[in-house]
């Protein structure tokens, strides 16, 4: 069997047997796997604290020709406390997780690792309004399935202009020019700018409060929600 250290978020946790545990977990380089847990369920296990979720752990694995590793060791690195404190925070860091690992299931991409990451971090900081984090994670998700916004050119192939409005044809994936359109350069601005940044720099963009609402729905349609 090889030895593998690696940083991980859990997924999800499956109980196993009187002790042991199932988990999903995320890596920076492995993508998803599976990983057997024994014994954690015991009161004095010293996993058990490292694979709570909203957790960044760092474990070591010993892989074999099977499908499931066996944790050997696990140390928490940094735990989001304050997601479990917020019930709007709670409940989109586990919609986070379980979109998250539907992709993975699909799509062999290790930038899942650092998505979830820096969405932990921003709903851990409450400073961040909680839409601009979630239209950020729609944003980079579809980026990741493939299915990015284009927010440069209209369906004609023009491009998206000053003092113009579109519609959002969510059939072709594309704006297209409607002189009485819901979306306006703002919209496109400020999609631009999420797609662009880390939320923590998004919150210093003024006046985002009234489009906020319609970004957010035009990420989760790229993003297939």
Not at 20 to 41: E, F, H, N, W, Y
């Amino acid at each position: 069997m090889a030895s593998l250290r690696t940083d991980a978020i859990v997924l999800k946790r499956t109980n196993y047997g009187e002790t042991d545990r199932i988990l999903q977990v995320i890596t920076p380089k492995d993508g998803k796997m599976s990983v057997m847990a024994r014994g954690v369920r015991k009161e004095k296990s010293r996993l058990a604290g490292a694979i709570e979720l909203f957790t960044v752990c760092d474990m070591v694995l010993h892989v074999g020709s099977g499908e499931i590793a066996t944790l050997t060791g696990a140390k928490m690195k940094v735990f989001y406390g304050n997601i479990i404190i917020d019930y709007g925070r709670l409940q989109f860091g586990y919609e986070a997780i379980k979109q998250v690992s539907r992709a993975s299931q699909t799509i062999d991409e290790p930038e899942f690792f650092e998505l979830l990451d820096e969405t932990f971090k921003a709903l851990d900081d409450q400073s961040i309004e909680l839409k601009i984090t979630q239209t950020w994670f729609f944003l980079r998700l579809a980026r990741l399935l493939g299915n990015e916004l284009n927010l440069a050119t209209d369906s004609s192939g023009m491009k998206l202009v000053e003092d113009a409005t579109y519609h959002f044809d969510s059939t072709d994936e594309v704006f297209r020019f409607d002189e009485n359109g819901p979306c306006s350069s703002a919209h496109i601005k400020l999609l631009r700018v999420i797609s662009n940044n880390q939320p923590k720099i998004i919150t210093k963009v003024s006046g985002i409060e009234t489009i906020i609402d319609d970004c957010l729905h035009l990420a989760q349609i790229a993003a297939k929600v």
